[in-house]
């Protein structure tokens, strides 16, 4: 099968709404992602002082979200500031609105 150009922009953007769909699949990321937007940018410490959460199980959290591309990391020695990635967000909510259209 010959592989077009939409063809390969089709997956491309159905992998990506998969990955980000997957990062969004436990009520506590969405929460992260709610805290973030509020907050701009916060470190680690400063979200296991909002969530009931061991820092492990924060950062675990995090490192999902930032493989999704939806938030990104500064380090800041010792510490990590994570704030939302603008640009791959507006991606997200387009292909979210793409799809449910």
């Known amino acids: 099968m010959k592989r077009t150009l939409e063809h390969i922009e089709y997956q ?7 990955k980000i769909a997957k990062a969004l699949g436990h009520p506590t ?5 709610r ?14 002082d909002v969530f009931p959460l061991a820092q492990s199980t924060v950062s675990q959290h ?11 990391g500064e380090l800041k020695p010792p510490k990590i500031k994570y704030c939302i990635d603008q640009e791959n967000w507006k991606k997200a909510k387009s292909l979210f609105q793409q799809f449910f259209e």
């Open 35 to 48: 805290h973030l937007e509020n907050q701009s940018c916060c470190f680690t410490g400063d979200l296991v």
């Open 29 to 33: 990321r969405i929460a992260i992602l």
């Open 12 to 18: 491309e953007d159905t992998e990506a709404l998969a």
């Open 62 to 72: 995090l490192k999902e979200l930032k493989n999704a591309g939806l938030i990104k």
